[in-house]
């Protein structure tokens, strides 16, 4: 990587953290620490850094009551965030996705090499945004099924209407869309 990219490892245990720091330092990361929730949000907010990963049960506050605080604040509600379970619950993944977490793993189950990959992939997913000036194929049933304006004007206040792409798999080149108001949407894009 050509950039230093900045990484804040959460969790409440030493030895997982410098288990991940070193794993993270090796591949170019400038590394932050943080023993809890609330410090992983102080540490977030003075020094903002490109992804987080924590872990789930700490003291004072766990990883899902951080990830709420961090999605609350304009400052840190960008950061993807990572999380490992020791436990595997499915109850956890299931909450962690309500959350907002974007990448679940179950600590010890993949490599260390694999943790880094996939936290790489957080933070450098691609976004595309596609104007709406196509015919044919379904395009029909979808204005019709959406309720939208033929010419993909917003009905709201008539700027053009776009699909949002968003990459959820590098590999497999998935993706996520959403279709959007350039204008009435502008505030929840980056
Ligand atoms: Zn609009």
């Known amino acids: ?15 997982v953290r410098s288990i991940y720091s070193e794993v993270f330092k ?10 809890d929730g609330l410090d992983g949000i102080n540490k977030a907010i003075a020094n903002v850094p490109d992804v987080i990963l924590t872990g789930i ?8 009551g951080m990830k709420e605080a961090l999605s609350k ?34 600590a010890g ?14 933070f450098t997913l691609v976004k595309y945004r596609l104007k709406l000036n196509i015919k044919g194929g379904d395009i029909a049933r979808l204005t019709s099924d959406l309720g939208l304006k033929d010419d993909f004007s917003c009905a709201n206040c008539g700027e053009d209407l776009a699909l949002n792409i968003e990459m959820t798999n590098n590999e497999r080149k998935e993706f996520t869309g959403r279709i959007i108001c350039l204008r009435c949407d502008s505030g929840q894009l980056e």
């Open 1 to 15: 990587m050509d950039k230093k990219y900045k990484i804040l490892i959460v969790d409440d245990d030493s030895e």
């Open 26 to 35: 090796a591949e170019g990361f400038r590394v932050m620490e943080a023993v």
């Open 57 to 64: 049960i700490m003291p004072k506050m766990d990883g899902f």
């Open 73 to 106: 604040n304009v400052a840190t509600s960008h950061i993807p965030v990572a999380m490992f379970s020791h436990m595997g619950r499915e109850e956890d993944r299931k909450k962690a996705e309500e959350t907002g977490v974007k990448e679940f793993f179950v």
């Open 109 to 122: 189950m993949i490599t260390p090499k694999e943790v880094v990959a996939r936290v790489i992939r957080l």
